[in-house]
């Protein structure tokens, strides 16, 4: 599963707690996430954040959200 939030001045909104939800729902069922992007407009801790476009994608990777299923494929 790959997130990401939209980098557009007008963007929505990009909830951390949903996308919170979203990594936990795919850790329960073992499959991959990551989280590729924040949103120009981002929603954090009760606080709207305007970010710079050429912010989102580092900002996403300090999140440190990313995780990496266990499963094997059989052929």
């Given at each position: 599963m790959v997130l990401g939030?939209?980098?557009d001045k007008n963007g929505r909104i990009l909830d951390y707690d949903w996308v919170l939800n979203v990594r936990?729902?795919?850790i329960n069922k073992n499959v991959s996430f990551?989280?590729?992007?924040c949103s120009t407009?981002?929603?954090k801790d009760?606080?709207?954040y305007i970010l710079k476009v050429k912010?989102?994608?580092s900002q996403g990777r300090k999140a440190n959200?990313?995780?990496k299923s266990l499963?094997?494929?059989k052929i």
């Open positions: 939030g939209e980098s936990k729902q795919c990551e989280f590729r992007q407009n981002f929603y009760s606080k709207l912010d989102l994608t959200l990313n995780f499963l094997i494929k």
